[in-house]
């Protein structure tokens, strides 16, 4: 049952909030105390919030670019003013320590100004014309985009998934996760309307655990839907991608990462651990970026791991909403049953746990593994948990070949006192993000986010996401008249 503190939400389609058909308790992972009862939406919510969202296109793409800039702008400032009211909302709903609680909303009102901005983005050009006609290429929003957002991250990765299709001129349904159905979903809701965002150019269909499937089928289906975007798995991003493909309908895919920071012999040994730690750490490894291997070359390798050991041991699990915890829950049973299962996959075919490697309640220990074999599990897919492997290499030849031993292409990092070698290693990394003398978890709002290979494709952020959710179109115009052939 509810407990009498848990908030009550409904739906958000057409600027009212609005009833479905049943609820369901969206649960702290911690605790297992109801944070809120939630509206379950189905496929007819989501018909419903397409065309609300295909009704109200046609105003908000007409409308002049200060009036968009104008309602980013205090969707920021009112994000901001609910500053502790979301960072508690992150630890209750999605385990978010303190931290990361604080980094997120030190983003996202940075994302939503960035996107204040992207009002004025789309400039068209004049082409030159050989035939004598006046010719331009334009770009202008493409229509409905449908928005299916994350939980691990979830005040930034929804506001990401909004944002620069919102402030381009498109209207927006936007499916938050099951397990962040406020945070990540309806709080954008009670944001953007009171921002002055006018009825129906955002909504937000929430649903029950397990019961996607018949709101991202109607997002894929439904011809009002023109884009989509999806942050998080591979395996559930590669349908999505093959759904929209017998549709003939783009999607921007942001999917999962099995994120090498790779440490050579002359990087400062005291920085590289606390870069590791961080990297592969921070959300409880929960995060997209998170560093997944660390291969060191070998004349530090015994140092840079015992150091790297000794720091893992010292980090506190236990309640996110304890300032000094660093490693909070996972998300649920069946995120800790995976971390579990892998972890004792990998050592009983031959890893060696060098810190943590157990679960204490519903949180996993900060584990460092070393000789994980290739036929693990582990080695072969994304764990979405608080676990790193370490490899020995003997040059920076095998270090990036190892690097880019994956079926994944997200983000990356080289560490080393040498930064023009960095930067050369790093052009021979596979993978859409590479930082040189920084950990894989690393980003700011104008960059171009998005990952190679398994990890997805198209981009969020900088110029790039200009040309995800516009339409570039050539116009012409012919002065007088000319002759035809027949």
Partial sequence: ?????????????????????????????????????????????????????????????????????????????????????????????????????????????????????????PIGTVIPSDTGKFSMGLRRPVGVVGAIAPWNAALILSARSIAAPLALGNTVVLKPSEWSPVVGGLLWGEIFAEAGLPAGVLNVVAHAPGAAQPIGDELVANPAVRRLNFTGSTGTGRKLAEACGRHLKRIVLELGGYNPLVVLADADLDYAVDASVFGSFLHQGQICMSARRIVVERPIADAFVERLAAKTKTLKAGDPKEPDTIIGPLINEDALATVKARVDDAVAKGATVLAGGEAVGPCYLATVLADVPEEAEFSQVETFGPVVAVEVVDSAEEAIERANATAYGLSSGILTSDPDRGLALAHRLDAGIVHVNDQPVADEPQMPFGGIKDSGFGRFGGQAVVDEFTELRWITVQSGSHPFPF
């Fill in 1 to 121: 049952m509810a407990t009498t503190t848990a908030q009550a939400y409904r739906q958000f389609i057409g600027g009212e909030w609005t009833d479905s058909a049943a609820t369901f308790e969206d649960r702290d992972p911690f605790t297992g105390e109801t944070v809120a009862v939630v509206a379950a939406g189905d496929a007819d919510d989501a018909r419903r919030a397409i065309e609300a969202a295909s009704g109200a296109f046609e105003a908000w793409s007409a409308s002049p670019p200060a009036a968009r800039q104008a309602v980013f702008l205090k969707a920021a400032d009112l994000l901001e003013s609910r500053h502790d009211e979301v960072v508690s909302l992150l630890a209750r709903e999605t385990g978010c320590g303190f931290g990361f609680g604080m980094f997120q909303l030190h983003f996202v009102p940075g994302l939503l100004r960035q996107a204040a901005a992207l009002a004025y983005a």
